[in-house]
């Protein structure tokens, strides 16, 4: 065989192969739709009510909303987060953390312990009991009757505890959590924790990456 026809061969068909696949890759690239959507603000009336559970102002310029679920693992490893922004940003009259509740139905304790976190709330002591629940979660989320668990809760926190009991016994504030959970529904939710900052859903929660959102704007 022809030594000049072999190495022309050699040549042309690596170069066919390397055209090939430049092509391919431009097809791909102008006709495949993009996968990531740009970011959307979501409706503040379905974010933040008068009567939301907040540590700062509706006003505040950077508000921090949460959808949580009391029994979901993943909310209890965001809690020492959302913690720490409170305790970095909670002094600046700028800065607002809200918490709606947003329990899955595959969860069957979260709905009444959101109760009882509206039950102590009644009382004054919405995030001492939100502290403990999340503190706590291993306790009571897989027990078959949480109440006697809610009500050393309601103990320790100092509550009118025949009170806070005869609410979770008459679902007094169920109504207060299944409208969150509608406000939810509607953004539409899919998952816990969810959580948006000034109105848009943020993705990557870290503390590092919440933090560098929060002071850029709050120009800091």
Not at 177 to 203: M, Q, R, W, Y
Request: charged share 20%; proline share 5%; aromatic share 10%.
């Amino acid at each position: 065989m022809n030594i000049n026809k072999i190495n022309k061969e050699a040549i042309i068909i690596p170069a066919v192969g390397v055209t090939f696949l430049i092509g391919f890759g431009l097809l791909l690239y102008f006709f495949t739709p993009s996968s990531v959507s740009p970011s959307i603000s979501i409706d503040e009336n379905l974010l933040t009510k008068e009567t939301s559970h907040m540590t700062g102002q509706k006003e505040a310029s950077v508000t921090v909303v949460e959808f949580g679920d009391y029994q979901c693992p993943a909310c209890g490893q965001t809690y020492p987060l959302t913690e720490e922004l409170i305790k970095i940003y909670g002094q600046n009259s700028d800065f607002n953390f809200v918490y709606r509740h947003f329990p899955l139905p595959q969860h069957k304790n979260a709905q009444i312990a959101a109760e009882a976190a509206e039950a102590a709330g009644a009382q004054g002591k919405f995030w001492e009991m939100h502290k403990l629940l999340y503190e706590n979660q291993d306790e009571w989320s897989e027990d078959s009757n949480p109440l006697p668990i809610f009500e050393k809760y309601a103990e320790a926190l100092r509550l009118d505890t025949q009170e806070f009991i005869d609410a979770l016994n008459g679902h007094t504030y169920a109504d207060i959590v299944k409208s969150d959970a509608s406000d939810g529904k509607k953004i539409p939710l899919d998952h816990t924790p969810t959580l948006f900052i000034n109105g848009i859903e943020e993705k990557n929660i870290s503390l590092y990456n919440l933090k560098e959102k929060i002071n850029s704007l709050l120009n800091i």
